[in-house]
């Protein structure tokens, strides 16, 4: 079998000024378990647009990510960032799909086909987000909305082989566990990434052997462990959970360690 990364990835979403995000940034840099960090260990932290700039001299840019983006390069898109402006910054990861950009912002799938063919056609390492809501789960349908949203956002890329899925990164992130405490359990994680796998062996050839596959939805230190035991799970992308240096950095360790 295919050895694939491990990933911690973190999501603050819209938390901590620049300010308070420079100074974690800098605690972060001088734990002792970043050294884990290598090829197969990786960390990635999605801040804030404001916090990037400071933040690069304290972190690696290959550690650093856009939470957000528009898919052309420029124009008249008032409040919005492209992916040209984060390459200048020297960025080289985004997060498509996200369900807070599906479910509050509205984020069609076209709109997430669209994001997701450009970010991988101009070579961004793009963890694309997935996941079922808590009535499409209860109605049966996991599998089904995971395939549509997968179809559909690779469909873009599909057709075109010169675009590597090696950039490709898919985050399981089941939106009734989001922020709810809730966390999927290791097996309910399992089959749902089980599931991701095949979709994307039928999407091209071995991508679903070799595409890392993160679980988030209330990842915490304490299940994080058990949750990497999971034969599919690749990493975990926490929100909450990674707010805080002693809990973040407890779940780096545990990703590295398994
Ligand atoms: P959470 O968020 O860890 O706070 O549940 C996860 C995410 O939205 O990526």
């Known amino acids: 079998m295919a050895t694939r990364t491990k990933i911690a990835a973190a999501n603050w979403k819209m938390h901590k000024t620049a300010a308070a995000g420079h100074t974690f940034l800098q605690e972060l840099a001088a734990e002792s378990v970043l050294a884990r960090l290598d090829q197969e260990n990786r960390m990635l932290l999605f801040v804030p647009f404001i916090t990037l700039p400071g933040a690069l001299s304290l972190i690696d840019p290959k550690m650093l990510g856009a939470q957000n983006f528009h898919e052309a390069p420029q124009g008249a898109y008032t409040g919005e960032i492209s992916l040209p402006m984060l390459k200048d910054l020297g960025l080289g990861s985004v997060l498509v799909g996200h369900s807070e950009r599906r479910h509050v912002f509205g984020e069609s799938l076209d ?66 566990a989001i922020g709810t405490g809730k966390t ?75």
Not at 118 to 144: F, M, N, Y
Not at 153 to 174: F, M, Q, R
Not at 202 to 216: E, M, N, S
């Open 111 to 176: 709109q997430i086909a669209a994001k997701t063919s450009a970010a991988l056609q101009q070579g961004w390492q793009t963890i694309l987000c997935v996941g079922e809501t808590l009535e499409e789960r209860e109605a049966e349908d996991t599998e089904k909305i995971l395939r549509q949203q997968l179809d559909t956002a690779l469909k873009g890329v599909l057709n075109d082989p010169t675009v590597a899925l090696s950039n490709l990164i898919v985050a399981y992130e089941p939106v009734w």
């Open 184 to 258: 999927a359990t290791p097996e309910m994680a399992q089959s749902a990434h089980k599931t991701i796998r095949e979709i994307l062996n039928q999407i091209r050839i071995a991508a679903g052997d070799t595409v890392p596959v993160l679980y988030g939805g209330s990842v915490k230190p304490d299940n994080a462990a058990e949750l990497m035991a999971e034969i599919d799970i690749d990493g975990v992308l926490v929100g909450g959970a990674s707010l805080q240096l002693d809990s973040w950095t407890a779940i780096v360790a545990a990703v590295t360690a398994a």
